[in-house]
């Protein structure tokens, strides 16, 4: 197993953890926050104090090592947050509509030939959007202009096409110039990689939003180590302007530490507001153990042992490929999706659900990052053990998926399950009113039942972030909506009692 290099070993490019290690070294008598003083092993957790330099107004230490992960991911600024990419999210979102508000001026300025105040603008997004960009949405007054899949529909998917965009951008600018209204669009939102290891054209798709004077803003939460496989496909490097990484999630960074990345190629000047971004969606008491981590990050990060890794998944993927096609040919289960570090597996062509499996490996003391009826997702580093994990996960499924599929009960249990859904072509709902617009109207928790059917839903369901949100708040309950809530589990919802 690789492992992180000692406290004490290297500071050149680690600033905040020296700060931290002096500090403690320094014996002084701590007359500040936080309350438990340094006891219980907590003495790495300290304030903004004399020196260690502020989160959202950095000119020291944090100003330095941000600069140096800037470096290392050609970026030209890069932010620490210590609360997730939810935070980073709402921040691209801010900056999107300041980008645009600034483009089209200000003051008097900012006036339809008509006299009338300037319209919301419309953020594009792909319809498997994080819940923070709805929630920024609501926050920021936004609309939004979904971009639906363009294959068929499963929870945590939406392929969309650089000609995909093109196409709805066009229409888009057509319908509004038939209404004589203003073309008001504020940026492109795209996730990538999904949750099931897709990844978009970020290449195509930037240079589309490009051409039409549009920023791209890329949630990469679960992709921050593209940026050292061969090619790099960081979306940083592929013409993203903005993107977020969800450091924590595929670097040795500890839970909550994420990037703000802002391309060299952006808008000049869009990172002015950067910090003042965060901050309106963030604490003013960040963590330092989580910017420590962010800090070290740098310097434990070896793009060899990254490479490494994918190289030793891709070859287990391939061993796993031949067994379940040996086994039970192709209408068993498959390797899925085309991330370098994440395992996926495949069980719509089976009659035993995914989520079945996760339990059955969750018995012999393996834990997946996730599983619904269709799919099982794992997500791999350098830092699992080799060969003992990949070894382990391996005997497992070709241990437990044989049984599996020989259990009539299960057989039939998925069978129930599934009636009706492969046969929905999904379409988003009919939108009544934006989610801004739901922030305060009254509701009320009912159960999923054809009932709702013409019922406005009154917040977003999506069942893990990111993934395609089968309603959201604003639109209107039909009878295909019912049938995908009941597949995947959804118990409740909340109704607008308009």
Aim: proline share 5%; net charge negative.
């Amino acid at each position: 197993m690789i492992k992180g290099p000692n406290k004490s070993n290297n500071y050149i490019l680690q600033p905040v953890l020296k700060f931290i290690e002096q500090y403690k070294e320094s014996g002084k008598t701590r007359l500040h926050m936080p309350g438990h003083k340094g006891a219980f092993g907590y003495d790495d957790d300290i304030t903004e104090v004399s020196g260690a330099d502020s989160l959202y107004t950095a000119d020291g230490i944090i100003a330095e090592s941000e600069q140096e992960t800037a470096a290392l991911f050609g970026a030209r600024a890069t932010y620490y947050s210590t609360e997730g990419s939810s935070q980073v999210i709402k921040a691209m979102c801010y900056l999107a509509l300041q980008n645009f508000y600034k483009s089209v001026g200000d003051g008097s300025e900012m006036k339809l030939k008509t006299g009338k105040a300037l319209a919301h603008p419309t953020i594009f997004a792909t319809r498997n959007a994080h819940k923070s960009f709805i929630y920024a949405s609501m926050l920021l007054g936004f609309r939004i202009k979904w971009l639906i899949p363009e294959e068929e529909y499963y929870l945590c998917k939406c392929l969309v096409s650089p000609k995909g965009l093109e196409t709805a951008i066009k229409e888009y600018k057509e319908e509004r110039e038939k209404d004589g209204s203003q073309t008001n669009i504020a940026g492109v939102y795209i996730t990538s990689p999904d949750y099931l290891g897709n990844i978009l054209d970020v290449k195509g798709l930037a240079e589309v939003a490009h051409k039409n004077g549009l920023i791209l803003l890329c949630d990469n939460a679960h992709g921050s180590y593209l940026k050292f496989m061969e090619p790099d496909i960081h979306p940083i490097t592929l013409g993203a302007d903005l993107v977020s990484d969800s450091a924590h999630k595929t670097l040795p960074v500890l839970t909550g530490g994420a990037y703000l990345h802002v391309s060299a190629d952006a808008p000049k000047g869009i990172e002015e507001d950067a910090k003042n971004a965060m901050l309106m969606f963030g604490s003013t008491s960040p963590s330092y153990m989580i910017m420590e981590s962010l800090d070290a990050a740098p310097s434990r990060i070896s793009p060899e042992k990254y490479r490494e890794a994918a190289e030793r998944l891709g070859k287990l993927k391939n061993r796993l490929r031949e067994i379940f096609r040996e086994r039970v040919g192709d209408s068993g289960p498959r390797i899925y999706g085309d991330e370098p570090l994440k395992l996926c597996v495949d069980m719509r062509a089976c009659e035993v659900s995914a989520k079945v499996l996760a339990d059955k490996l969750h018995e012999r003391n393996i834990e997946c990052e996730y599983s619904d009826p269709d799919f099982l997702v794992t997500m791999w580093t350098p830092f699992n053990e080799y060969p003992t994990d990949y070894d382990r996960f391996f005997e497992a499924i070709t241990e437990v998926l044989p049984e599996l599929l020989n259990q009539s009960e299960e057989r039939d249990r998925k069978t129930k399950q599934t009636i009706g859904l492969k046969k929905i072509c999904y379409n988003v709902p009919v939108a009544l009113y934006q989610p801004y617009e739901m922030r305060f109207v009254p509701h009320e928790e009912m159960p999923v039942s054809e009932d709702l059917i013409g019922k406005v839903a009154a917040d977003s369901v999506i069942s893990c972030p990111p993934a395609v949100s089968p309603i959201v708040a604003g639109e209107v309950i039909n009878e295909e909506i019912i049938k995908v809530l009941k597949y995947y589990g959804v118990k409740t919802i909340e109704i607008a009692k308009l």
